[in-house]
């Protein structure tokens, strides 16, 4: 990545650190790139910067990211669904070694998640398989939020609509 890109990324908040330990590893790039409604690929007219996806240090994925519209970003392969995904990983062998309740952070888009260093985890696609890992989190862990953005989050991980509650005329009973 050129110097120049470098510090236009930490101009815009991200960690300077955080980014030149991606930029060493080779995890940060940046491409001229073809968008599509199913992902990006090499070569093209739309200048991007492309953010490597891992899952137990393994690439997975890489993201297509546009600092000029910071809420817009496209998956190559689509097999990476979040950013910090070893995380997911590392709760729950937490959670299995009896821990109790933990917080994780998410980001509400990829830049955010660079400014916190990557503490956290950012989701780039909010498929079923997504919504699953997060729920297999389970009630011990509790996942932080931007202001405002924690009741579509609740109501995007109820499973299904699940569970459903209604409320009895006499309001003595309640059915699930």
Known sequence: MPFSAFQRLCAMGADRRFVAQLTGAGDVGIAQVTLSASGWEPTGPH??????VRRDGELVDVAALASHARN??????GMGWALGMDLVDDLHRALAAERPRMRVRLHATPFDWLAAAGDGLCVLDWSQAALSELRLLGERVTI?????????????LAYGGLPRVSETRDGMGIAA
Do not use: H, S
């Open 144 to 156: 932080e939020v931007a202001a405002g953005a924690g009741e579509r989050l609740k109501a995007m």
């Open 47 to 52: 200048r991007r910067l492309l953010l490597a």
């Open 72 to 77: 817009e970003w496209a998956l190559r392969t």
